[in-house]
């Protein structure tokens, strides 16, 4: 997943880099982490909402 790739490359960078090289790594991680946490809760949220409104509903193939 690009995601977790972001996250390397931002670890990596906070282990290497100097400081505005670290404050960017920082950034950069804290907006990694908040996306994932937002898409995953939105997501299943979503999803919920979805297959509570269309219970009644057969699937045909």
């Known amino acids: ?17 100097s400081g505005p090289v670290k404050g960017f790594a920082i950034t950069l991680g804290i907006g990694i982490v908040s ?8 997501a299943r949220h979503l999803t919920s909402v979805y297959v509570s409104k269309n219970k009644d509903k057969t699937i045909t193939l």
């Open 35 to 42: 996306t994932l946490f937002s898409v995953f809760y939105f």
């Open 1 to 17: 997943d690009a995601n977790i790739t972001t996250l390397i490359a931002a670890a990596i960078l906070f282990l290497f880099g």
